[in-house]
């Protein structure tokens, strides 16, 4: 069969909410823009930057802008890119100020010896190169509870979140505004993926989910295809479903029999959900999640952009 390229396919998390037209109306826009970089023959990788970039400036997203932020009011955020030709990659964990993590993410691999950087380090390294800072934030809307105040002791934040664990909450509300990311097979025949995220709702400070996780929440290879994960980071984590997707196509499964394959065990094995971006070398996709709604799109050769909210 002969490969169908380019194509590109951008998520903005999978969750409870439903997509919002603004949500969809920067995704279509990010997908047309990523179509136009592709055809003029520009690399996966740095399409799928570009992608990632537009949905982190956006403040639409749990990432870049629009990150959530820890229990002590902090907002700390987590990237990661790959290209699949050499198996390159790239990752920030935990890093503050800047609008552009997945920016960070590359830098990281293409300037040092490492894959991942991590905290303060992380954040002094995007400012070695001059990343855009992102505004002070603004207050959030509405009370904030004393509990999660950003003066408020350890102790307290870990009881609040233990008690959050045992009802429940944490699932419900780790299912909203959700991580971003895409997939590309540019050209040349290169597979690329990408994912930001700013975590989830309740979460301690330092906690750092499946997206800066290499074989988690992202994995690239030419001989296997693309993965881009979204949904519960810890879940994600537990069945390293990026690499076991790409393991299940590199064996010639589909995308979509991966994609379910793998989806369920996350769900009937940990009670996990998630969503996933799947991507062939041949230019084959699937876009599938456990949640009730995911975020995303795709866009071909004939450059014309599907959106969807949900995907059966």
Sequence with gaps: MKPSRPILLIHGGAGRRAMTVAQAACVEAALAEGHRLLMAGTPALSVVEEAIRLLEESGLFNAGQGSNRQLDGVRRMDASIMEGRDLRAGAVASIEGIVHPITAARLVMEKTAHVLLVGQSASRFADYFGLERAPRAKKTAGPRPKELRPRAGLGRTLRLHQAIMQTGRLRARSLGKETVGAVALDLAGTVAAGASTGGVDVMLPGRVGDTPLIGCGVYADNEAGAVSMTGL????????????????????????????????????????????????????????????????????????????????
Excluded: C, Y
């Design 233 to 312: 980071g810890e879940s994600i984590i537990r069945v390293a479903v990026a690499k076991e997707i790409s393991d299940l196509l590199a064996s010639g499964w589909s995308p979509l029999r991966s994609a379910n394959r793998v989806l369920r065990k996350v769900v009937e094995r940990i009670h996990g959900a998630a969503g996933v971006l799947v991507l062939s070398p041949d230019g084959r996709f699937a876009i599938r999640h456990s949640t009730p709604n995911m975020v995303a799109g795709v866009i071909g050769r004939d450059g014309r952009p599907q959106v969807k909210g949900r995907f059966a």
